[in-house]
């Protein structure tokens, strides 16, 4: 009577294993291959799914047409993102790195029920507070203006939690001290030593916010009607509500879409290994 291997379950889990990661990499690849095929070819390939006949390759005339549509509008949607979510995220983990110093390094008056608001304020859904958040910025005259999407993403709850447990693991109190005793104070121990130690944090807080920005819809929806004020993902809304009347513009919003993830994936190439170090941050100690 034959007895399965020892190894049999360990190996019937691999092959499941690998068969969910497959999955998981195709699911995740394919829109992003169908996007690269079609934004190579026109408009009538596009609607014929028709991506292998190279006869029909038109990927230079299509960002050519990108460009000059609506006297160049997609370059100031362009710039307005890369204003909106590499300066936000620039500052917004800034202040999340901070706050979360702060919270880790110092005792105040009220601590622990202020860190638990922004615990709780963290479950609060984003689009929950876009009407508020317009009310507020029509009453002191911010709304449909840069500032307007800029100051809502530089505080971010969630930044300020990671920039604790970061704090927590990689700023050792005695480094503080010796810094105190060498006659620095507090803000400059932060900038000198803190902030530097809290690198990867800092990057990892800088990623996440990034890509929230970038693919920020819902918020400069609400914030404003100035079209030469609009981010790309709100820009190609515009052109995909024009689409039905006009085709044309379907090709456009392909290559468009396209080139709009270049800044995040040239952000997580460079980045990637203080994205890395941090996402380890106190898993040992």
Known sequence: MSTASPSAPRQYGRVVANVVVGVSVLYALLPLLWLLLASTVDAEALFASDFFDLSNFAFIDNIRALLAQ????????YGNSLLYAVGGAAVGALVSTAAGYVFDKFEFAGKRALFALILISVMVPA?????????????????NTVWAVLIPVLFNPFGVYLARMFSASYVPNEVLEAAR??????LRSFFSVGLRMLAPGYVTIF???????WNNFFLPLVMLNDTSLYPLSLGLYSWN???????????LMVIGSLLALLP?????????????SGLTAGSVK
């Open 241 to 251: 509500s024009t689409a039905p009347i006009n085709p044309d513009y379907y090709p």
């Open 181 to 186: 005793v060498d006659g620095a104070n507090e």
């Open 70 to 77: 609506d006297d160049g509008a997609y370059l100031t949607w």
């Open 264 to 276: 995040l994936v040239i952000a997580f190439l460079f980045l990637q290994r203080y994205w890395r």
């Open 207 to 213: 990623l996440f916010q990034l890509t929230a920005i």
């Open 127 to 143: 689009t929950v507070l876009a009407l508020p958040l317009y009310l507020l910025a029509s009453d002191i005259g911010l709304a």
